[in-house]
């Protein structure tokens, strides 16, 4: 009986780690790009003073865990989401009902953190800016 040559037998070896590797999911390649829309209304904060409210939109369904909001003073306003399922398209409110930000002119950045809701269920980050006028 004749055995074949030991290159033979790594080449062989390395065809089929190769093809097990490529059958093998990575688990987070079949999410789809998670994005926010952001839009924002004025408002009048209870002492007269200029407000400003935030929402967003995904556009897949999410988890949304947190959102980092940066104003353009720099100051940073972390809004727990509270891990609520938001369905893509669905508007969530960035602020606590009844409440409001200083609105303050110049790039607002926000960074929504959280999990998608269906599939691997991954986490994600997604950061975005919106300018505020006068």
């Known amino acids: 009986m004749m055995h074949p040559p030991a290159s033979l037998k790594l080449f062989l070896c390395s065809l089929l780690l190769a093809v097990v590797a490529l059958g093998c999911d990575s688990g987070g390649d079949d999410d789809p790009d998670v994005s926010f829309i952001v839009?924002?209304?004025?408002?009048?904060?209870?002492?007269?003073?200029?407000?400003?409210?935030?929402?967003?939109?995904?556009?897949?369904?999410?988890?949304?865990?947190?959102?980092?909001?940066?104003?353009?003073?720099?100051?940073?306003?972390?809004?727990?989401?509270?891990?609520?399922?938001?369905?893509?398209?669905?508007?969530?409110?960035?602020?606590?009902p009844g409440f409001a930000y200083f609105r303050v002119s110049g790039p607002w950045t926000f960074t929504f953190s959280g999990r998608f809701a269906a599939g691997s269920q991954d986490s994600y980050t997604f950061t975005t800016q919106v300018n505020v006028g006068a």
Do not use: H, K
């Open 39 to 96: 839009s924002s209304t004025n408002v009048t904060l209870d002492d007269g003073s200029d407000g400003i409210q935030f929402f967003a939109q995904p556009n897949v369904d999410v988890i949304l865990v947190r959102v980092d909001i940066t104003s353009p003073t720099g100051t940073s306003l972390p809004f727990n989401a509270g891990s609520q399922t938001v369905i893509s398209g669905q508007a969530i409110a960035l602020q606590d």
